[in-house]
């Protein structure tokens, strides 16, 4: 085999993105490194413990994934997308710390382990969570080059996942969840997608667009990696809500049925489940036309989004 | 009067101050506007009235003002740096809403009102926290310039309210008070100063940081600032604890001797009271003196920082 970049037989999707999910753990276990002993450092220990716990315990990755593999599609590098792609696992690990709180979503497990309110203590798992969200941005600060690919990235990802964005969708969320079980409300496919567009959509769209703008690509590129996104983006979501009607728990880490026994909105819910496979299906093959602009190098986003039609976790 | 910007007389520190508060008042309502009635647009709106609520509710302001004064200290405008300061501000709400939360300090009163969790819910308050955090990096990136400023700010303002800064400051303070009501340790000085060098004097420095990125001021400069900072932000905490031993319930607008009820350390316990009063006039004198590299520019803060002595709320 030669020692080159250019192997001799392709490596599978699945091997690329084993490669590319190790390259991020790598960074992430170095971004967050061991607590020091030392109770006078800047980060008390119980708190650099429980970030840790909660970040490094697994995960798809698949958004640092996502913004690896876009930069590379724009003839960029994963080395110089890295810190991007760690600044969004660590916001979204953040997210999941906070919605699994008693006031929130009330959930004891997470990735089949306790969550970090459970196994540390709520109030460190509050902060545990304001730490990692405030330590992506300065990870972007202080990795991202140049500067004004690194400030672009701060837009993205502080818009992404802010009140018009991730959080504003978790409350929505919250809101829909209240009304479908205390109202009895019926809600409508609309109300359902204009959640998930912030809940889930945004954070998943983000990573294409931080990994165009770091490959400093072109307009038209960075276009089709966002119309790319926002379609993934969906069809994960729709394959999220199957997966809780027809999944195995022990592969998903979580309890399967929740959905329907909080009586809350999903997809199946309102296109039955042939009519959610269909629609995810449809977003799947718009994500991959969508990349046409990208030619050869947009390859591997192309499997990936017929692949993700196929997970069973 | 003339029209220009030289007054035939200088006004009053108070004068001067209350200019820089309304400054920054108008920013903020303008970056926090009330909610649409529309429920599909991006922000719902109990999330967009939670976050109004906590940010226009009052409030000193003395991050954001600082700000606008280290940047004209330095040369530059109180325009260029409105973004940054409001930033400040928006970080500093969202520490407050947070810390009052049942898991964490526990408040139903802050500055005189229901605590935002008490206003409203404590999902909705944590989420307000978390889009007020999210939105002080979207200000800084859409808002200050050139790039390389930006960065600094972002990276000066992450790394001030940070796991290794206010969030870590927090976290420990929060065993600190574990230890000093379950185990009656009687704690030190040094570990009391290492809490609020974090918890408070972090975010008390980066303003003087941030303003002098934005005037692009000297090495000089930026340092003399860095350690007026840090002297005034220790020197303000021990005011704070002072008001709450000696402070009048009415003007602070929350309860007095909350601190001694908790066994909680606090610069009275280890110092006195004289020694306290002693300690901050020490640090106000520091931090006057440490501008003089700023010549006449540097005055408003030196007056600003032997103001801080007086202060009642």
Same mark, same amino acid.
Not at 75 to 85: F, K, Q, R, V
Not at 258 to 279: A, I, N, Q
């Given at each position: 085999?030669?020692?080159?970049? /250019?192997? *001799? ?9 084993? &490669? ?39 995960? %798809?990755?698949?958004?640092?994934? &996502? ?11 994963? /080395? ?7 600044? &969004? ?32 203590? /709520? ?75 912030? %809940? ?7 990573? *294409? ?41 022990? %592969? ?38 969508? &990349?046409?602009? *990208? ?19």
């Amino acid at each position: 085999m030669t020692s080159c970049s /250019e192997p *001799l037989t392709a490596s599978t999707l699945g091997e690329h993105l084993d &490669l590319q999910r190790r390259r991020v753990e790598d960074a992430l276990a170095a971004y967050l490194p061991r607590p020091e002993a030392d109770p006078s450092a800047g980060r008390p220990e119980r708190l650099a413990s429980a970030m840790r716990y909660s970040v490094l315990g697994g995960g %798809k990755r698949l958004r640092p994934v &996502l913004c690896l593999m876009a930069a590379e599609a724009c003839g960029g590098s994963w /080395e110089a997308a890295i810190p991007a792609a760690c600044a &969004l696992e660590l916001v979204h690990t953040y997210s999941l710390i906070h919605d699994d709180l008693p006031a929130m979503d009330d959930d004891d497990l997470r990735r089949g382990r306790p969550t970090c309110h459970k196994a540390y203590d /709520e109030a460190t798992a509050i902060l545990a969570g304001d730490g990692l969200l405030t330590l992506a941005f300065e990870l972007i600060a202080k990795g991202v080059s140049p500067d004004s690919s690194a400030l672009a990235c701060v837009r993205i990802l502080a818009e992404a996942s802010g009140p018009d964005g991730m959080v504003g969708g978790q409350m929505a969320d919250l809101q829909a969840e209240h009304r479908a079980l205390d109202q009895h409300e019926e809600g409508s496919l609309a109300e359902l997608e204009a959640i998930h567009r912030r %809940k889930t959509g945004a954070l998943l769209k983000a990573p *294409l667009q931080m990994g165009a703008a770091i490959a400093r690509a072109s307009d038209s590129h960075r276009e089709a990696l966002e119309r790319y996104g926002k379609a993934v983006g969906l069809a994960f979501q729709i394959i999220d809500d199957l997966l809780d009607v027809e999944g195995d728990e022990t %592969k998903l880490g979580k309890r399967v049925g929740k959905d329907s026994g909080h009586g809350k909105w999903t997809y199946p819910r309102f296109l039955g489940v042939e009519g959610s496979r269909t629609r995810a299906r449809q977003l799947a093959h718009e994500a991959v036309a969508a &990349l046409a602009p *990208l030619e050869a190098r947009g390859e591997r986003l192309r499997d990936l989004a017929l692949a993700l039609l196929e997970r069973d976790s």
